[in-house]
């Protein structure tokens, strides 16, 4: 089975600043898709970023890029010019693709400060 | 617009009943997801369906039931069986693509808060 991990259960940075979010997996897949979902205190679930396994370069949207290190199963998500509505709780996630059913690690809660 | 749709957004138990959330989407999706979330832990996985009338169970499906009877719909029942259900349930669904047929990923509903009362 899939774990994932997420190292960091609180983190906090000043507005403005870069924060880094780790994430590693395990699997002995060699093709599947990670992702990045943030869930804001309404609970509702926002896709940030997300990539496939099988392209090296790294996903960026806008604000948000990840470091994918496919042999280290790392996958972390850095996070440029932080804004207060940045702060959530942020959850990593892999789905194989013959399934589809996805895993979730157990979150990082980010709080950006003014 | 097309999206998914769950209710109640809040949901009361007493012991011993059994409850089912709603989980309805409008996307032509094939596959529907339910996952619980607990304070402190990511989402687990409690059953899946990809096609009408199939579906798997997940990590967590004891104290749960599922249908899926049209593609648009997949309830979920809390059953008495379930002897902790407090906690908040998430619906999604996606097209199921392989590798390289673009867009992926989930999309989700905006949750039921289940309460054992």
């Known amino acids: 089975a899939q774990t994932v991990t997420q190292s960091q259960p609180e983190m906090s940075v000043q507005e403005a600043e870069t924060v880094t979010l780790s994430c590693t997996y395990d699997?002995?897949?060699?093709?599947?898709?990670l992702f990045w979902y943030k869930q804001p205190p309404s609970r509702q679930m926002i896709l940030v970023i997300r990539?496939?396994?099988?392209?090296?370069q790294n996903a960026t949207e806008n604000r948000f890029s990840v470091n994918f290190q496919k042999a280290a199963k790392s996958f972390s998500l850095k996070i440029s010019d932080s804004q207060l509505g940045d702060t959530a709780m942020y959850f990593c996630a892999f789905m194989r693709y013959n399934n589809n059913d996805m895993r979730f690690g157990a979150g990082t809660r980010l709080t950006v400060k003014p | 617009d097309g999206g998914i749709t769950q209710s109640p957004k809040y949901l009361f138990r007493k012991e011993g009943q059994n409850v089912t959330l709603s989980c309805e989407q409008n996307?032509?999706?094939?596959?529907m997801y339910w996952y619980r979330q607990d304070p402190g832990q990511g989402l687990r996985l409690i059953y899946y369906?990809?096609?009408?009338?199939?579906?798997q169970k997940g990590d967590i499906a004891e104290g749960y039931s599922v249908s899926r009877e049209k593609k648009e719909s997949f309830p979920l029942t809390v059953t008495s069986a379930q002897k902790n259900p407090t906690a908040f349930y998430l619906c999604?669904?996606?097209?199921?693509?392989?590798?390289?047929?673009?867009?992926?990923?989930?999309?989700f509903g905006s949750g039921t808060r289940l309460t054992v009362v």
């Open positions: 369906s990809q096609i009408v009338n199939d579906f």
């Open positions: 990539q496939e396994a099988y392209k090296q």
């Open positions: 999604a669904s996606t097209l199921l693509r392989g590798p390289g047929q673009g867009d992926y990923g989930y999309t």
């Open positions: 996307l032509n999706h094939d596959a």
């Open positions: 699997t002995s897949e060699s093709n599947y898709y």
